[in-house]
């Protein structure tokens, strides 16, 4: 038996921080609450978005980033990767979202 979904339980924007070994996942609703939190490895990533509806996804543009977004359009997802200025809000390192991903929209 299915269970109805609200609105703010749905994954409307992913973030992804991309790392050597790991990845950290951020995903945001409609009202840029984050919904889910994962601290992931390379293998992992792949599995765990093809079983995610599509949605925008965003990261930092990098070598790595555009191999990953070639395989997340594979999966119908919309891919967007941005300048690492855009990465850093203000002086500091700005995490988790939505301040960095609010251009997304």
Known sequence: MSRP?????VIATIGIDIGKNTFHVIGLDDKSAIILRQKLSRGQVYARLANI?????????????????????????????????????????????????????
């Open 53 to 105: 509806p599509a949605c925008l996804i965003g990261m930092e543009a990098c070598v790595g980033a555009h191999h990953l977004g070639r395989h997340l359009r594979a999966l119908g997802h919309a891919t967007r990767l941005m300048p690492a200025r855009y990465v850093r809000c203000g002086a500091g390192f700005c995490w988790p979202p939505p301040c960095c991903f609010c251009w997304l929209r």
């Open 5 to 9: 979904t609200s609105s703010a339980n």
